[in-house]
Every structure is written in C-alpha cells, then in structure tokens.
C-alpha cells in the first residue's frame, strides 16, 4: 500500500530531523521524507497540517495477559490499545499464565500477535523454571523461539548463586538479563517505606530494597561479564548508583516507569488501590531524581509498565490489592508532560520513547539490521527484519505515530481501549490534563489506528 502523509511536523530524534514536509511510504518502508516522489501514487492521503510526525513508539514493558486470558480477548484488546496509545513495539515479561519457560509458549504468543497484525510483540522468556528462582530454563532453546532477552518479571532471584549462576548463562551467549532491582526479603511490603506508609499501617519497601539490589547485580555483572537491563528504577540513590556504573563502563541499561516519574507516595491518598503499584510510589526527591536522571540520559528509556488489572482484584483492601496499573494508552502524554516539566525539545522528550529504547532492544537481542520485508506487517518480524525501528528515516520501517500535540484531556477509563480500567491517572484522582492526542497509527506501512475511523 502507498500512503502519503501530507504537511505534518516530521520529527527523528535519532536524526535530529525536525521539519514540516511529506512522508512517502511504499511496501511497508519510507520511501522519501521531503522531496517529492514524480512516480508516486498514493492509495491513502493523510492529511497531518498542525500534527507531529514520528517514529512510532517503543515499550519496554508492557503486560499483555496471554497465555492465562486467552477467554476474555486480552491479547487482542491490548494491542488495540497499544496502536491506540501510539505504541508500534513493545516487550512483554514472562510471568504470564504459564510462565514463558517454554519455546512452544512463546511459539504460540508470537503467532496470536501476528495474525492480529497490530502492535509488534518482542517476549522475554523466564530466567529460571517458572520463575521459581531455582533451576535455569533452556535460555537457548528460547531464544531461538524468539525470545529477545530473560529475566524474572517482579519476582526476585533470593538466592544469590543461581543469579551468578543465570548471569554466567546468559554472558556465554551475549544474551542480555532484564532484571528489576529489588532485595527478595526487603522488597515484601506494599508501599515505600516512610512517614504515609508509617501513618497508613502499611509495611514498607525501603530504598536499601533496590540498592543492595543493585549493588549485587553489579557485582555479577564484573565477575561474570553479563549484561544488565534494569526495568523500572525508583529512587535517587538508585539513580546515583546506575550513574556511578555507566561511568565505570559496565554494560548496562535502564529504565523508568511512567507511575514513578510523575506521582509520589501521597498519591496513595486514602488507601486508594488504584496507587498499588510495583514499584511502590516514592517520595518527591525521588521522583525529581527520575525526572532529571532520565533527562540527562543515565536513565535510558520511559516505560508504561502498562498491567491491567481485573476490577475484583482492585476492589478491596489496599495491602490485598494487585498491583499494576494500565498504562500503554497513556505513554506519549505522559512522556510530552515530561518533556515539558524538564523544559526539553521534542526532539529530546521523544528520544525517550522511540530511537533510545529501540537502540536497547535491538543491541539487547544483539541482531543486525537486514532487508526490510514489504507486505503485511508481522508482529513476529525479528528484529533483524526491522530497519529503522524506533526512527523515521528513508529506507527504515513505516511505523510512525501521528498526534496532535496541542489537544488536552482528561483521564476517562471507560475510554481506554485496555480491558484494565485501572490506573492513577484517572480524573476521579484529581489527575491532572493530558498533553497530545494520537490521531493514527501505522506499523510496517498500514494503518493500524485512525481516530477518526
């Protein structure tokens, strides 16, 4: 299919191109940004005067609830809301029902997500045997069912030799651990440890939850050589140490969520379950250390850690309740918000959802670009196959997003494509206005969103 997107604001963080042109896409690739195509027939027109042009965005955590809820169309209705939010690629961690240990599981979601031909799907298999923390799975055998990296989800590995020992695997073949730094023993509370939670009777996580953490992981990381993505740090003093390691040149990458990097624990309020999040919500010198630690770069990439819960598991006691929180649909605000707050271009506020956690995925699954296929869009395309994700360039993918960066809005779950109607974000909460509405959504060349259709 031929489109033409017609006077929208082309931005590539990746380039630094920011310019109002036209963007010509033939056969799942961009054809010509700019210059005008003499031979080119458009099949579609779309008219982007007053929008922003971009790469499509990457999520590196996010919850898609198969295997488990085959029954309820979970699969379906989140990549749904994936393409509605933007998103044109995300990870998904193993701790699914069952646990991603298995090739002929991650066989089975790679192919649910290809026919739906929405979002693209990149699943991290389980570390170890249904993230019991004890025996190591085949790491090999799911990669090459197309696992793009391993790691444990929430559940943390408490005894410290088979993390050595999972770490030792994994450096042999250059895969890369995707590992949120949290103590097993300190990190059983259900909120961050302070004067709300003292005043609330909640039991606490402290910050040393996430810096003894870190510090062991580093450790591992120098004896064996491993490297280390970490999924949603949430503290200063884990900021400062992620620094410090960046600076001693371990092979090292993180992100943070977008719960973390604009509420606080007083969010909480009343024992409102919808702030039960994981990791728990930390003070505000915490928060401006995310925000300015994922500013200057020692924080790689901005995550939804979208988790949609079901409304029984939200409607009760706070302590009880699930943690998580939808979130997929509300990236792009919340990163432009960001952007905003730290007075950043929009080149640099998209970088962070775009070409920086497209440049992790792809030197995490440490594959080399290849011919871009034309055709259909795959979900279950390798990495390989994807020139240009995260970016907007000629030669590279068509997944872009389109959006409106002057629309605001408020938080209505009911509106929310997610079957999770969950989050902290919701105006009920005293949420605050949205910045930017997505108006389509295209992945390898097809429109896959259109707000008004």
Same mark, same amino acid.
């Given at each position: 299919? /031929?489109?033409?997107? *017609? ?50 965005? +990457?999520? %590196? ?18 990549? *749904? ?14 701790? =699914?029902?069952?646990?991603? !240990?298995?090739?002929? %599981? +991650? ?27 004890? $025996?190591?799975?085949?790491? &090999? ?17 408490? /005894? ?28 059983? #509370? ?24 870190? /510090?062991?992981? &580093?450790?591992?990381?120098?004896? =064996? ?17 992620? $620094? ?10 993180? !992100? ?15 024992? @409102? ?12 010198? @915490? ?17 939804? @850690? ?24 509300? %990236? ?10 730290? *007075? ?44 240009? %994700? #995260? ?16 629309? =605001? ?17 919701? &105006? ?26």
């Amino acid at each position: 299919m /031929n489109i033409l997107i *017609k006077n929208g604001r082309v931005i590539d963080p990746s380039s630094s191109l920011d310019k109002v042109c036209d963007v010509y896409i033939q056969d799942a690739r961009v054809l010509a940004i700019g210059a005008c195509v003499q031979a080119f027939k458009a099949d579609t027109v779309i008219e982007a005067k007053g929008h922003v042009v971009a790469p499509g965005l +990457v999520d %590196l955590m996010a919850r898609l609830k198969e295997p488990g809820y085959e029954h309820e169309g979970m699969l379906e209705s989140e990549l *749904k809301a994936c393409v509605t939010g933007g998103v044109t690629t995300l990870v998904c961690p193993p701790d =699914t029902d069952p646990v991603l !240990d298995e090739p002929g %599981l +991650v066989d089975m979601l790679k192919f649910r997500a290809e026919k739906m031909n929405l979002a693209r799907v990149h699943p991290l298999g389980a570390l170890t045997k249904g993230l019991h923390g004890e $025996a190591l799975t085949e790491m &090999f055998e799911l990669s090459q069912a197309g696992c793009i990296g391993f790691g444990q989800a929430e559940i943390s590995i408490s /005894n410290t030799q088979v993390l050595q020992r999972a770490m030792q695997y994994a450096a042999t073949y250059g895969y890369c651990v995707w590992l949120r730094p949290q103590d097993y023993y300190l990190g059983q #509370g259900v909120a961050a440890s302070g004067a709300l939670a003292t005043r609330l009777g909640l039991s606490g996580v402290p910050v040393a939850a996430e810096t003894i953490a870190l /510090n062991t992981i &580093f450790a591992l990381m120098r004896s =064996t050589g491993a490297k280390v993505h970490l999924c949603r740090i949430s503290s200063a003093a884990g900021v400062a140490l992620v $620094a410090g390691a960046k600076a001693e040149g371990l092979p090292l990458s993180c !992100d943070v969520s977008i719960n973390s990097l604009h509420l606080i624990d007083q969010d909480i309020g009343f024992f @409102d379950s919808r702030a039960r999040l994981t990791p728990p919500l930390r003070q505000q010198g @915490d928060r401006e250390a995310l925000r300015e630690g994922l500013a200057n770069g020692v924080i790689d990439a901005l995550v939804s @850690d979208h988790n949609p819960v079901e409304g029984d598991l939200k409607a009760i006691p706070f302590a009880q309740a699930q943690p998580g929180a939808t979130g997929v649909e509300l %990236l792009l605000s919340l990163a432009l918000k960001w952007g905003a707050q730290q *007075k950043l271009s929009l080149i640099d506020t998209l970088r962070v959802v775009t070409s920086g956690p497209a440049k992790l995925l792809r030197d995490a699954a440490q594959e080399k670009e290849t011919q871009i296929p034309s055709g259909p869009s795959s979900s279950a395309l390798s990495l390989t196959s994807l020139g240009g %994700l #995260g970016e907007l360039r000629v030669g590279g993918i068509a997944d872009i997003c389109i959006f409106d960066p002057e629309v =605001t809005w408020m938080v209505n779950p009911l509106s929310l494509r997610s079957q999770g109607k969950y989050t902290p974000f919701d &105006f009920e909460m005293g949420g605050t206005a949205m910045i930017g509405s997505v108006q389509s959504t295209l992945v390898g060349g097809q429109v896959a969103y259109s707000k008004n259709s």
